[in-house]
């Protein structure tokens, strides 16, 4: 997919690559891993964007820590806390 992948990031598309932290399949480590060696021109940039915390607001109004994304530009790269491969 990478090579479609950079088709779209360069018409300047928005890209979101998630995955669940509990999913045994496709697992988030080498999601982490495949997003950090993408080869494009924000690849530098990308990899040097600090980690944002990913947080939903309940009806109740408490606070819940999702996930952790990093976000370059158009890319960004998703972890989605307590969800599998059906995230």
Not at 10 to 25: E, P, Q, R
Request: charged share 15%; proline share 2%; with cysteine.
């Amino acid at each position: 997919m990478a090579p479609r992948l950079l088709n779209i990031l360069a018409a300047n598309k928005t890209v979101l690559i998630y995955s669940g932290k509990l999913d045994f399949i496709c697992n988030y480590i080498g999601g982490r891993a495949w997003t950090r060696n993408l080869q494009w021109s924000g690849q530098a940039s990308f990899n040097n964007a600090q980690p944002n915390s990913w947080d939903i607001t309940l009806k109740n109004g408490t606070r819940y820590h999702a996930g952790t994304s990093k976000i370059f530009q158009n890319f960004a790269w998703l972890e989605v806390e307590g969800a599998g491969h059906m995230v």
